[in-house]
C-alpha cells in the first residue's frame, strides 16, 4: 500500500520555503549523482565531495535530479554516509535570494535556464531557411 497521501504533500511543502538561517553544521550542496540504496555524491561549495543519506520522510516522495542543490546536514562521527539530506532545494530562486547561498553556486553557463536559451533543439526551423 502507498504512503498516505497527507505525508507526501507534507514532505513537498516543507521543501518548498528555505529556512531563514543554518545551523552550523549545516550547508547547501550540489547533487552530483545518485549513489544507489537512498545515497548521493554531492559536493561543497568548495568542490570537497561528501557522500549524503536521504532523510526518511523525502525517500519515495521528492526526488532529487543530478545537478541539482540540497541542504546538507553533516553527522559527527566519521560514517560513510558523511551527513543527512535535511532539504530539497525546489524553488530555486527563492533560495538564492537567502543570505547563507554560496556565491560559488552562482547561475553558470552549466545551469539549465529559461532566460537565456540559445539553443536550436526541439524548435521549429526559422522560415527564411532556404535548403
Request: glycine fraction near 4%; hydrophobic fraction near 35%.
Amino acid at each position: 500500500m502507498g504512503r498516505p497521501k497527507r505525508n507526501v504533500l507534507a514532505a513537498a511543502e516543507e521543501s518548498l520555503t528555505p529556512p531563514d538561517e543554518l545551523l552550523p553544521n549545516q550547508s547547501v550542496v550540489r547533487v552530483v549523482k545518485p549513489e544507489g540504496n537512498n545515497l548521493y555524491a554531492c559536493e561543497f561549495p568548495n568542490k570537497k565531495p561528501v557522500v549524503l543519506e536521504l532523510a526518511q520522510r523525502f525517500r519515495n516522495t521528492i526526488w532529487i535530479k543530478r545537478g541539482g542543490f540540497v541542504l546538507a546536514q553533516r553527522y559527527d562521527d566519521n560514517l560513510r554516509p558523511a551527513g543527512e539530506i535535511v532539504n530539497i532545494v525546489r524553488d530555486e530562486k527563492l533560495w538564492r535570494k537567502q543570505p547563507y547561498w554560496p556565491k560559488e553556486f552562482a547561475k553558470s553557463a552549466y545551469d539549465m535556464s529559461d532566460d537565456d536559451d540559445d539553443s536550436n533543439v526541439g524548435k521549429m526551423p526559422s522560415s527564411d531557411d532556404d535548403e
